[in-house]
């Protein structure tokens, strides 16, 4: 049986990495409006995507203007 501080660690990673997948869906892949909505950093919600390996969208196309 794993002991209860791999289990709380193991609970809250896997809430963070739920929550941020979460926000993740609502913006639309957009990784600054989810930290903005998480009331995080921008490059701190990066490290924990990676480090939490959360399955983000990937993120949204960026417009290209045309020579006009």
Do not use: C, W
Not at 25 to 33: D, I, K, P, S, Y
Not at 44 to 50: E, F, S
Request: positive net charge.
């Amino acid at each position: 049986m794993a002991s209860q501080t791999a289990g709380y660690h193991g609970a809250v990673s896997e809430f963070k990495r739920r929550l941020i997948e979460s926000t993740l869906h609502q913006a639309r892949g957009n990784r600054t409006h989810a930290a903005r909505a998480l009331g995080l950093q921008r490059t701190y919600l990066l490290r924990l995507i990676r480090d939490l390996g959360v399955a983000a969208p990937p993120p949204p196309q960026r417009r290209r203007r045309s020579a006009a």
